[in-house]
């Protein structure tokens, strides 16, 4: 008997995500996770993990690397490969058997850092080659302290350029970073879109918001603690409130950034300040949350931020600067008190109108579903997983055997 004639089928489409994996934890190892996760609701996804990003004598937590610090993990269905490691002798040739075997439809490429600039340009060629489009989601155009270096800046500037040529689209949180990213690298005719930083709300324990009481506001800064954090403006608008506030700061140093801390310790108010200098576990995380009543996000630049997404999802008032793609970010949302940047006293006026906000949950605006949405938008605009053809008496495995 002759075999039947196929027929057209459709089939989700495959998707392989790269980005920073659990050994050099920070917030794209976060992001990473839960945007896997979230594709994997409509599409078939696959995960390749850069598991060393540098020599870690160079990261600024040191200390704390390979440190099980997260609780977050992936789904069942994403088939998770780690990782690649920078020196990349022998994981990548692994990682491009993984991409061979995995086959997606496309490859879609966190970029935060050039320290993966490498293993990035080897993946695009090898998914070109095979003719996998590739995506690549921009966090920001480039680190903030690598850029600092103007040999690092240069090479990402004149290295980043061959795996930009071969970029199908590319994917950024905001307008404002849409705008950098064309100022940086003119992607002109690349399908650019949108996708707002979906919610962290992995960090939100399970019981109501912390009710306010008369006698004290509890202020949080959280993040590593950088130039660019603006802590400093934080610390000097915050002498200046009355003894009903306290503020506490959690975050790593980095960039040897250490005169938030020495501010903190000649403070006049310094006994109504708790500082927590590390990178904390996933479950602290939840109780410093929770046991806010405002948090406040000085910023003086920023693309996206991590903090401000966790504090949403707690629905918690948070008062944060007027920088970058925030705005964008922060907008919807009721809880949220937008300030200039650099200004402790409007910094402090800011904080006092967000105590009154507290007490009671906001909503949180942000959705994994409206970032499916973007990049179903761009998979259509470029062509990927496309319908395809099967006979009718056979039947397309969803990963290949070898990967179950």
Same mark, same amino acid.
């Given at each position: 008997?002759?075999?039947?004639?196929?027929?057209?089928?459709?089939?989700?489409?495959?998707?392989?995500?790269?980005?920073?994996?659990?050994?050099?934890?920070?917030?794209?190892?976060?992001?990473?996770?839960r945007?896997?996760?979230?594709?994997?609701?409509?599409?078939?996804?696959?995960?390749?993990?850069?598991?060393?990003?540098?020599?870690?004598?160079?990261?600024?937590?040191?200390?704390?690397?390979?440190?099980?610090?997260?609780?977050?993990?992936?789904?069942?269905?994403?088939?998770?490969?780690?990782?690649?490691?920078?020196?990349?002798?022998?994981?990548?040739?692994?990682?491009?058997?993984?991409?061979?075997?995995?086959r997606?439809?496309?490859?879609v490429?966190?970029?935060?850092?050039?320290?993966?600039?490498?293993?990035?340009? =080897? +993946?695009?060629? &090898?998914a *070109?080659?095979? @003719?996998?489009?590739v995506? #690549?989601?921009? !966090?920001?155009?480039? %680190?903030?302290?690598?850029?600092?270096?103007?040999?690092?800046?240069?090479?990402v500037?004149?290295?980043i350029?061959?795996?930009?040529?071969?970029?199908?689209?590319v994917v950024?949180?905001?307008?404002?970073?849409?705008? =950098? +990213?064309?100022? &940086?690298? *003119?992607?002109? @005719?690349?399908?650019?879109? #949108?996708?707002? !930083?979906?919610?962290? %709300?992995?960090?939100?324990?399970?019981?109501?918001?912390?009710?306010t009481?008369?006698?004290?506001c509890r202020?949080?800064?959280?993040?590593t603690?950088?130039?660019?954090?603006?802590?400093?403006?934080?610390?000097?608008?915050f002498?200046?409130?009355?003894?009903?506030?306290?503020?506490?700061?959690?975050?790593?140093?980095?960039?040897?950034?250490?005169?938030?801390?020495?501010?903190?310790?000649?403070?006049?108010?310094?006994?109504?300040?708790?500082?927590?200098?590390?990178?904390?576990?996933?479950?602290?995380?939840?109780e410093?949350?929770a046991?806010?009543?405002?948090?406040?996000?000085?910023y003086?630049?920023?693309?996206a931020?991590?903090?401000?997404h966790?504090?949403?999802?707690?629905?918690?008032?948070?008062?944060?600067?007027?920088?970058?793609?925030?705005?964008?970010?922060?907008?919807?949302?009721?809880g949220?008190?937008?300030?200039?940047?650099?200004?402790?006293?409007?910094?402090?006026?800011a904080?006092?109108?967000?105590?009154?906000?507290?007490?009671?949950?906001?909503?949180?605006?942000?959705?994994?579903?409206?970032?499916?949405d973007?990049?179903?938008?761009?998979?259509?605009?470029?062509?990927?997983?496309?319908?395809?053809?099967?006979?009718?008496?056979?039947?397309?495995?969803?990963?290949?055997?070898?990967?179950?």
């Amino acid at each position: 008997m002759p075999a039947s004639r196929p027929t057209p089928t459709d089939r989700p489409a495959r998707i392989l995500v790269v980005g920073s994996g659990w050994r050099f934890l920070s917030g794209i190892s976060y992001y990473t996770c839960r945007l896997s996760n979230a594709l994997a609701e409509r599409y078939e996804v696959g995960t390749i993990l850069m598991r060393r990003l540098l020599p870690a004598r160079l990261y600024p937590g040191r200390e704390r690397v390979g440190h099980s610090l997260a609780d977050l993990r992936y789904s069942e269905d994403v088939r998770v490969f780690d990782g690649i490691d920078w020196y990349a002798v022998p994981s990548l040739f692994r990682a491009l058997a993984f991409l061979r075997r995995f086959r997606p439809d496309v490859l879609v490429l966190q970029w935060w850092t050039g320290t993966v600039l490498h293993s990035y340009l =080897a +993946l695009t060629m &090898a998914a *070109r080659a095979l @003719g996998i489009r590739v995506i #690549v989601e921009f !966090h920001e155009v480039q %680190d903030t302290g690598e850029a600092r270096h103007q040999w690092a800046a240069r090479y990402v500037r004149r290295c980043i350029r061959p795996m930009l040529d071969r970029t199908d689209g590319v994917v950024v949180h905001s307008r404002y970073d849409e705008a =950098a +990213l064309d100022e &940086a690298y *003119r992607l002109d @005719g690349v399908p650019c879109e #949108v996708a707002l !930083h979906g919610p962290f %709300d992995h960090h939100v324990p399970d019981r109501p918001v912390r009710e306010t009481g008369a006698d004290v506001c509890r202020l949080l800064f959280f993040g590593t603690i950088r130039p660019y954090k603006g802590l400093e403006d934080l610390i000097e608008a915050f002498a200046s409130l009355g003894p009903n506030y306290h503020l506490t700061v959690v975050g790593e140093t980095w960039e040897g950034w250490t005169r938030p801390g020495e501010m903190i310790a000649t403070s006049p108010v310094r006994d109504r300040i708790s500082f927590v200098n590390r990178y904390v576990a996933d479950a602290e995380v939840n109780e410093y949350f929770a046991d806010a009543d405002v948090v406040v996000l000085p910023y003086r630049r920023s693309s996206a931020s991590g903090p401000l997404h966790i504090a949403m999802s707690h629905g918690l008032p948070v008062v944060v600067t007027a920088v970058g793609g925030l705005v964008e970010a922060a907008e919807a949302y009721s809880g949220a008190v937008l300030v200039p940047a650099a200004d402790p006293g409007a910094l402090r006026q800011a904080i006092v109108r967000a105590a009154g906000l507290a007490g009671r949950r906001h909503t949180d605006p942000s959705s994994w579903g409206r970032t499916v949405d973007a990049y179903a938008r761009l998979l259509s605009r470029i062509g990927a997983g496309q319908e395809i053809e099967t006979s009718s008496n056979q039947t397309v495995p969803l990963l290949s055997p070898d990967l179950r």
